[in-house]
Every structure is written in structure tokens, then in C-alpha cells.
């Protein structure tokens, strides 16, 4: 029997949507109050960017840990391009409130809430695609020579023993997308 610890098994796409709707909506939600209290204080932009400054970091940690099944913490790189992609949604809120302010100069805290969400959402939506593809990727290493992605069971395919037919593995798996 192999006592060796098992990594857990990535969930699919629509359980880490689940999972990503679930711990980052919630935050998301939590952000928006934050964010409309913090605002009586301070100037709204500052205010977004402290909470989203807070969120990203801990929605890092949870998407990486349950979201996309890593079951360990986040490590600097997934931190920093976490980070990118939460300063592209956090210019996409700015930008929404901004337009609402120049179309109605004085909104209710209802409507900027609307907007505000609406426009989290569709920049949610946008990082989940970039997080599961990109950031938290599962079974794919970068290469140094060509910088491209490759599946590790092609790798291993590639590094298969110079048996009889092993060159026709190689060429299949090259010509393979």
C-alpha cells in the first residue's frame, strides 16, 4: 500500500465556477459594503483600492487552497498575477462609478451599489477565466527555452525510452495541439 500523501484531484470547470462564485462573490459582497463605509471617510476611489487591496489578497489565498484545488497556500507569483488582474477590475469599477457620477451627478447608494456589482461581476467573470487558465493552472509546466505551455502527459510522452516506435510517439506528440 502507498502511504505517499495524495494531492487533491482539481475540480472541474463548473464546480471551480461554483467555488469561485461562492468564495469570491461573498467577498465580493462583503467588499461592497466595505467599500460604501469606508467611502463616507474617504475618497471613493481610496477606498476602493484599500478593500480591493485586502480581498485580493485574501481571495488569493482561498481560490488557491479550494477554488482551484491546489489544497496549499498561494505562492508569490500566483500573489502578483492575482494582483494584475484584481487592478484590471478594480480600473473596471473606477471606470463604472465614474460614468454613473457623469450621468447622474448625485446617485442613491442603491444605484451606485448596482453598478458597482454589475460592474465586479463582469470583472469577476473575466478573472475567473484568467485565474483557472492561467494563474492556478493544474499538470502544466513552462518550458525556459520556448516559454510555451506544454502538458506534462505530453512530456512525458516526449520523454519516453528510445524504444522501437518511440519516434513515432514523438512526432504524434508534437503534431498534436
Known amino acids: 500500500m502507498d502511504d505517499a500523501p495524495r494531492t487533491p484531484a482539481a475540480p472541474g470547470p463548473l464546480?471551480?465556477?461554483?467555488?469561485?462564485?461562492?468564495?469570491?462573490?461573498?467577498?465580493?459582497?462583503?467588499?461592497?459594503?466595505?467599500?460604501?463605509?469606508?467611502?463616507?471617510?474617504?475618497?471613493?476611489?481610496?477606498?476602493?483600492?484599500?478593500?480591493?487591496?485586502?480581498?485580493?489578497?485574501?481571495c488569493t489565498e482561498l481560490h488557491a487552497r479550494f477554488t482551484f484545488g491546489s489544497g496549499r497556500h498561494a505562492g508569490w507569483r500566483q500573489h502578483g498575477?492575482?494582483?494584475?488582474?484584481?487592478?484590471?477590475?478594480?480600473?473596471?469599477?473606477?471606470?463604472?462609478?465614474?460614468?454613473?457620477?457623469?450621468?447622474?451627478?448625485?446617485?442613491?447608494?442603491?444605484?451606485?451599489?448596482?453598478?458597482?456589482?454589475?460592474?465586479?461581476?463582469?470583472?469577476g467573470l473575466a478573472r475567473f477565466l484568467l485565474l483557472r487558465l492561467y494563474v492556478f493552472v493544474g499538470g502544466r509546466t513552462r518550458t525556459a527555452a520556448t516559454g510555451s505551455w506544454q502538458l506534462q502527459r505530453l512530456e512525458g510522452v516526449l520523454e519516453a525510452p528510445a524504444a522501437a516506435g518511440a519516434s513515432q510517439q514523438r512526432q504524434f506528440a508534437l503534431a498534436s495541439p
Open 81 to 123: 498575477q492575482s494582483a494584475g488582474s484584481a487592478a484590471a477590475a478594480y480600473v473596471v469599477t473606477c471606470a463604472a462609478m465614474f460614468v454613473l457620477h457623469m450621468v447622474q451627478s448625485s446617485p442613491g447608494m442603491l444605484t451606485e451599489q448596482i453598478v458597482y456589482l454589475g460592474a465586479s461581476g463582469l470583472a
Open 15 to 58: 464546480a471551480s465556477f461554483a467555488r469561485f462564485v461562492a468564495l469570491g462573490g461573498g467577498a465580493g459582497l462583503l467588499s461592497s459594503g466595505a467599500v460604501a463605509l469606508l467611502a463616507e471617510r474617504l475618497p471613493w476611489a481610496l477606498a476602493n483600492a484599500l478593500i480591493t487591496v485586502v480581498s485580493t489578497l485574501l
